[in-house]
């Protein structure tokens, strides 16, 4: 049967001699990029740019909005980037959390967020998760902010673990 490259859309690379593996989504990202009529779009610096302030004061108002907006696939854009942070991409569960607050009220700057974390994507693809071998050494990191959510006062939360330099457990909350 031989060795397993791809679980669940998932590449995997393999080095024995150094004990390493890593992790990528290529693939799957290009196909979302593809889907969402982004794979012609300008690269990404960041999955969001520093400043921006999401609301539901910026939800559809205007019969015109709400039509415009209801022609765009919001929540499987929100569910297609999911799934790759639940994989392989802890870098961008924070600019997710922000945008997935505003699937059923999303408007035009909303999209322009998830819209980024897909410039995002499109330069980082080859990205990969790297487990190695060594010494077992565990790290942890977590931050908050103080009532970030304009909407309701809340506070944002988030982690990430790493073993051995490759990320193990990640999330980011409100």
Not at 86 to 106: E, F, G, H, N
Not at 147 to 161: E, L, T, Y
Request: aromatic share 10%.
């Amino acid at each position: 049967m031989g060795e397993a490259s791809y679980i669940l859309g998932i590449k995997m690379y393999r080095d024995r001699s150094k004990r390493m593996l890593g992790l990528t989504q290529s693939s799957y990202i290009e196909k979302v990029l593809k889907r969402f009529k982004m794979e012609h779009s300008k690269q990404g610096l960041l999955p969001m740019r520093h400043g921006i302030k999401l609301s539901k004061k910026q939800s559809p108002k205007t019969d015109e909005e709400l039509k415009r907006m209801s022609n765009i696939l919001y929540a499987s854009a929100v569910g297609s980037i999911q799934y790759a942070i639940q994989c392989t991409r802890p870098d961008v569960a924070y600019a997710l959390t922000i945008t997935r607050r505003y699937q059923a009220c999303a408007g035009e700057a909303h999209w322009g967020a998830v819209k980024s974390i897909h410039k995002y994507l499109k330069r980082t693809k080859d990205m990969f998760l790297i487990y190695g071998g060594g010494e077992l050494i565990l790290e942890g990191y977590s931050d908050a902010s103080f009532q970030s959510d304009d909407d309701d006062a809340k506070s944002q939360s988030g982690f990430v673990f790493k073993l051995n330099g490759g990320v193990v457990a990640w999330k980011s909350s409100k």
